[in-house]
Every structure is written in C-alpha cells, then in structure tokens.
C-alpha cells in the first residue's frame, strides 16, 4: 500500500460489483475512506464486509437509487456524516440496452439515460456544494469508449455516455471558475471483464447455444488492439490517478481506457 489517497473520503456509485467494486476496494487500499453506494442492498452489505475485513474501518455501505433527486440528497449528507467530509465523487452506476434508433423503444432509451446520464448529473449537482467544503476535491464520472465512438445498434448507450463526457466538462469549468478547487474528469472503458458481459453470452444467439464465456472474452478480445479484454483493476487504476493529487492539473479531460480502440 503506497497511500496515494490517504485521508480521502470517496462516494462510489454501483460499487456493489464489477468495476465499481473494484474503485471501491482500490481508494480503500491507497488509504481512503469509502462509502460503498447501490441499489443492490445485498451487494452493498457483502463489498462493505468485504472491504473492511481485509482494510477495517474503511468502508461504509448506503443504498442508492441513483435516479432519485431525494436519495441523492440523503446519502451525501450521510456519506458526510459517515465519513467526516467527501472529496471524492465516482459517478459510476450506469446499464447498457437498446439497440438501434428503430429498435430501441421510447421507454428504454429514457431508462438509459436516467441511470447513465441523470445520474452523473445529480451526484454532480448535490456533491459539489459539500466537496468544495473539502477540497482540494475530485470527481470522477464513467463514460465508455461508447461515449466517444458510435456504434449502430448502441443508440441509447452512445447518446447517455457522451452526455456524461461533455456534461463532465462543464462541470469541470464551473468548478475552476468558482475556485472550488474540485477538478471533474471521465474516464472511458471498452469491454471490461464483469458480470455485465454475461447478457452477451445469450443476446442475439437466436436458435444457436450460448457461448462460454472463454469464448466470448476472445471474440471481444479480436476487437482490441492489444487483443484482451481489460480486467477491473484496469480502470481502478486510472480512476485512483484521477482522484488522487498526482492529477492536480487534470481536469475538464478524458483518460480512455480502451486497449487502443479509439486509435484504430
């Protein structure tokens, strides 16, 4: 453990499982305080445990549903309380679904973006006002390579996740022209290995069976220059850059976390 966040207090969102819990554990283990933040209750309690088993007294666990303006607003004001401030916010719950802009029905793409975009919105809008009380601050919101390159069956995912990328920016300014000394940045994965590709071992197999999973990560991998899909600790690491001091003169930007995709 080198401390790179030692004595920061950091909210993570859908930090129940996969990449989420993967920050959660990381900010834990470079010395932060963590507030573990789903609306899987079960999830929340079992990362927690989990956490403060192996870095004890580290970790608290809320339940969120990152659409509501009001749970929002009750669980800063208690991540503050639990925590003794916050300095550190990683907008991190999203979903991916849809397909194209004939096929995505209206109902769908609205989902979408109140979890992948809303979202990232009312945890900005209500953690500033607190952060700037515990700066220097950082914030750390998760876009997808999605949110940078198109794709043609993605109409909703690609729509959310460039809102967050350009939302991020603004943010970014407010906060640098308010001299709140919070800096906003977005971090942009491609396929990451995380219960999250389990939807794809069946989705469009029509009457062909599933694929093991072994198989699906190499076909994803074929897509990657480095021709691997990215682990979890992959984007813990960017995001522990992004919230520590080491990137105090990073902010309105994006780190792509994408294997070399967006180079192709």
């Known amino acids: 453990m080198s401390e790179r966040v030692n004595g920061k207090m950091a909210f993570i969102t859908g930090a129940a499982q996969g990449i989420g819990e993967a920050i959660a554990f990381m900010l834990a283990k470079e010395g932060a305080k963590v507030v573990v933040a789903d ?7 079992s990362v927690t445990k989990k956490i403060n088993d192996k870095y004890p007294g ?3 666990g809320v339940d969120l549903d990152v659409t509501s303006e009001e749970q929002w607003k009750d669980t800063l004001k208690k991540a503050e309380e639990l925590m003794g401030g916050l300095n550190i916010l990683v907008n991190n719950a999203g979903i991916s679904a849809g397909s194209t802009i004939e096929e995505t029905d209206y109902q769908t793409f609205q989902k979408v973006m109140k979890i992948d975009t809303d979202s990232v919105f009312l945890g900005c809008k209500y953690a500033v006002p607190i952060m700037k009380n515990y700066a220097p601050g950082s914030i750390v919101n998760t876009s997808s ?3 940078l390159i198109a794709g043609h069956n993605m109409v909703a995912y690609n729509t959310a996740k460039a809102g ?3 939302m991020s920016k603004s943010v970014a300014l407010h906060c640098a022209r308010q001299g709140y000394q919070i ?10 290995n995380t219960p999250i590709l389990d939807g794809w071992l069946t989705d ?15 076909k994803l991998g074929k897509q990657v220059p480095l021709g691997v899909v990215g682990d979890t600790d992959d984007v813990a690491y960017a995001v522990l850059y992004l919230a520590s001091d080491e990137s105090k003169f990073v902010t309105g930007s994006e780190l792509k976390i994408d294997g070399g995709i967006s180079a192709m």
Request: charged content about 25%; glycine content about 8%.
């Open 145 to 147: 390579i999605s949110g």
């Open 183 to 192: 800096r906003c940045n977005t971090i942009h994965p491609t396929f990451i």
């Open 58 to 60: 580290k970790a608290f």
């Open 164 to 166: 967050v990328w350009l």
């Open 204 to 218: 469009n197999r029509g009457d062909r069976p599933p694929l093991e999973r072994d198989e699906l990560l190499r």
């Open 39 to 45: 609306i899987n209750k079960q999830g929340v309690t």
